[in-house]
């Protein structure tokens, strides 16, 4: 039989170690936030509404996915809306022309060769990943409104907005884009738990040099990392023709600032080499959460983007004490 000292002990360093997971800050900000909207509104905790907040954070969370692995690898892309925003313009254009799987494979070479292209100047070049994105993003940004010519496509074929059909359980309505996001959040997380090419960016996003003397192709893990946001923007912008069956060369114009925010609030360091993608999961909740709920509340818009940004500012301030205390 333990003694009470030793018991206390125990659930002290279980409780300790609790906290210090980076899951357990968003976890807990998540369920505030679900107690106190629904205190506010009786709307908010309806099986209807939970559904529409998951629906409504689809095309974010899954760009948040490949987020969550540039800057688990301290990096950083400002690209990866506009990218997504080309994906849905190739699809819609190249789809009147022929059949649904050219138009997709087509938008899928388009977004590999984008998320290529960081990754090379990244590792090759080495420049910023700030620098690099932010010109990759005015570049695809620009030359959308141009293969666009600034015009919106309505997709017809059903196959490219098969994500957005409805399937109804009691009063909740689950469309199959939320179950593309949670299999890219799975399928992530496996291979950043379970696989050596996970171990090897959480060690580049660590300590480059480290991980390199470890024998580590650093600059191979960075570039996939890139590629591989590509590959999650082409998903996103199927997924954004299901949500809605248009493209729009003005449409997802904060969609990096809104991945980085899900990300950062998921308790993912902006140093590199802590964090994960379900934590980002939680994030992209927050999020949907915070502006369902004020939604519901009647906050304006402009408000809502407040309290995000203090978010946040939040999430990165308890990102640095927790980092300098580990130091």
């Known amino acids: 039989m333990s003694h009470p000292a030793v018991e206390t002990r125990r659930r002290g360093a279980w409780a300790y170690h609790a906290v210090r997971q980076p899951l357990f800050g968003p976890v807990v900000a998540l369920t505030i936030a679900l107690v106190v909207f629904s205190a506010i509104s009786p709307r908010f905790l309806t099986a209807n509404n939970l559904s529409l907040?998951?629906?409504?954070?689809?095309?974010?969370?899954?760009?948040?996915?490949?987020?969550?692995?540039?800057?688990?690898?301290?990096?950083?892309?400002?690209?990866?809306?506009?990218?997504?925003?080309?994906?849905?313009?190739?699809?819609?254009?190249?789809?009147?022309?022929?059949?649904?799987?050219?138009?997709?494979?087509?938008a899928l070479v388009v977004c590999l060769a984008a998320g290529s292209l960081n990754g090379a100047l990244v590792t090759r070049l080495s420049l910023p990943p700030f620098i690099?994105?932010?010109?990759?993003?005015?570049?695809?940004?620009?030359?959308s409104q141009l293969y666009a010519g600034s015009r919106t496509y309505p997709v017809q074929p059903s196959a490219l907005t098969w994500l957005g059909t409805q399937l109804r359980f009691g009063s909740a309505t689950v469309t199959y884009g939320v179950f593309l996001m949670l299999a890219c959040y799975v399928v992530v997380w496996y291979m950043l738990s379970r696989t050596a090419w996970g171990k090897h960016v959480y060690a580049v996003g660590g300590n480059p040099e480290a991980a390199r003397l470890t024998g580590i192709k650093v600059r191979r893990v960075l570039f996939s990392v890139y590629a591989g946001t590509g590959f999650i923007a082409v998903l996103a912008a199927w997924a954004a023709l299901g949500r809605i069956p248009n493209a729009d060369p003005n449409a997802f114009q904060n969609a990096n600032l809104e991945s980085i925010t899900a990300v950062v609030i998921g308790g993912t360091s902006m140093f590199g080499g802590r964090g994960g993608v379900m934590g980002t999961l939680v994030g992209t909740l927050i999020v949907g959460v915070l502006r369902n709920g004020l939604t519901l509340a009647g906050v304006d818009n402009l408000y809502q983007n407040i309290a995000t940004g203090v978010l946040v500012i939040l999430a990165v301030t308890v990102d640095q004490f927790i980092r300098r205390r580990s130091q």
């Open 53 to 106: 907040v998951f629906q409504q954070s689809i095309v974010i969370g899954i760009l948040a996915v490949g987020q969550t692995l540039v800057i688990l690898t301290a990096g950083i892309d400002l690209s990866i809306g506009a990218v997504t925003v080309l994906g849905t313009l190739v699809m819609a254009k190249v789809v009147a022309d022929g059949n649904v799987v050219v138009a997709f494979a087509t």
């Open 132 to 143: 690099v994105t932010l010109g990759t993003f005015t570049i695809i940004a620009a030359a």
